[in-house]
């Protein structure tokens, strides 16, 4: 049976600060709904994902700001760092992790710079949202096999 993931639940504070934040990184709205009840749903999909990201009013009970490791993939980190940048997001160096597999959580073990083996799936670059979810971009150039 294929599961595909669908939406990643953002927990935020502030919803229309949020939209916008993500607008402005060039996703497409996909939705902004609001129940009777207070229940406001906003969807918002990254360019070429297939999954999108959902936050709102009683969406989720996490508090605003505690997701983390979030990752969005590019083919090119360096054009995404200067794309994120250029939108106006603060936006991490390029980094590559000391270990050299993936990534430590926080900036444990960050070396700057690419990988310097230029390896698919080793380079990184991270941001935050409005509220402080934590987002990593990552390099992948050339998929392990099944992907």
């Not at 229309?16 to 709904?33: H, N, P, Q, T, V």
């Not at 794309?83 to 993936?102: I, N, P, Q, Y």
Request: one cysteine or more.
């Amino acid at each position: 049976m294929d599961m595909k993931l669908e939406v990643a639940v953002v927990p935020v504070s502030d919803v229309d600060r949020a939209k916008s934040f993500y607008e402005g990184l060039g996703w497409r709205l996909d939705a902004d709904f609001t129940a009777d009840d207070g229940l406001r749903v906003v969807q918002v999909t990254p360019p070429g994902s297939a999954c999108s990201v959902i936050f709102g009013d009683q969406v989720s009970e996490a508090a605003p700001g505690s997701a983390e490791g979030l990752h969005l993939v590019v083919r090119d980190i360096e054009a995404a760092r200067e794309e994120l940048a250029r939108r106006g997001v603060t936006v991490s160096e390029v980094f590559h992790d000391a270990g050299g597999v993936f990534h430590h959580g926080g900036t444990k073990a960050r070396l700057s710079g690419r990988d310097p083996e230029g390896r698919s799936y080793s380079s990184f670059l991270s941001f935050d949202d409005p509220d402080g979810n934590g987002w990593i971009v990552q390099e992948i150039t050339e998929r392990l096999p099944g992907r």
